[in-house]
């Protein structure tokens, strides 16, 4: 059965500095794979996604990142956080035919 | 940009109640999707629809639950006697194809005492 690890549970880094988090997943074909961002009292807003091809994917608010089939790992990055980018961050993989089934997320603080 | 609209925002019900959670899906979009999330825990996958009958759904999504589309651009998550353990903030999502980006609705917090 496809599952989604993001082994941190919350996150503080200072407003400047870089960010990642950390996604591993397990699932039996090749998937797609997702970050979402949920902030307080709002909805899910897709930040980027994983189809084929690039294996590093560009998404809004400057986020990326780095499929690695090796490691089963899709890890979201930015260079420079800013204090708007603190949310809870939510991995998530499907396919083609699967509903998507999503980690236990990550909430981000942002210090100054 | 067109998006997903969820009613109501909040709803407090007493255990054993019959709830109905409303949704407007984005109007080309063919799939559509319900998924829940209690407080501090992961979204969890409750139930797909497409053309007009449920696709596939979850260990969560049983007999109490049902999904209805009453016409052409209402989807409908309907409880029919609401426990404890259904407290949870649902979400609504469409999509436009089997594979694509999944838009999700801000959400209906359901509160039952």
């Known amino acids: 059965a496809q599952s989604v690890t993001q082994p941190d549970i919350h996150i503080t880094v200072s407003e400047g500095a870089s960010l990642e988090l950390r996604c591993n997943y397990s699932y039996g074909a090749t998937p797609y794979l997702f970050w979402y961002v949920q902030s307080p009292g709002q909805g899910l807003q897709l930040l980027l996604k994983?189809?084929?091809?690039?294996?590093l994917v560009q998404g809004i608010k400057g986020f990326e990142a780095e499929f690695k089939r090796s490691q089963s790992s899709f890890n979201l990055r930015k260079p420079s956080v800013h204090w708007s980018d603190a949310a809870e961050y939510f991995c998530?993989?499907?396919?083609?035919?699967?509903?998507?089934?999503f980690g236990k997320g990550t909430r981000l603080s942002v210090i100054a | 940009e067109p998006e997903v609209t969820q009613t109501p925002s909040h709803q407090v019900t007493q255990m054993g109640q019959e709830v109905i959670l409303r949704c407007v899906p984005i109007s080309n979009h063919l799939y559509f999707y319900w998924y829940r999330q209690i407080l501090g825990q992961k979204v969890e996958f409750l139930v797909s629809?497409?053309?007009?009958?449920?696709?596939?759904k979850s260990e969560i999504f049983d007999d109490q639950f049902s999904v209805e589309r009453p016409d052409g651009s209402n989807f409908t998550l309907k409880i029919r006697s609401t426990k404890l353990e259904d407290s949870a903030m649902y979400f609504c999502?469409?999509?436009?194809?089997?594979?694509?980006?999944?838009?999700f609705g801000e959400g209906s917090r359901l509160t039952v005492l």
């Open positions: 994983y189809f084929s091809g690039d294996t």
């Open positions: 998530a993989v499907g396919s083609g035919n699967t509903p998507l089934v």
């Open positions: 629809f497409y053309n007009n009958e449920i696709s596939e």
């Open positions: 999502a469409s999509s436009g194809g089997l594979a694509g980006e999944l838009f």
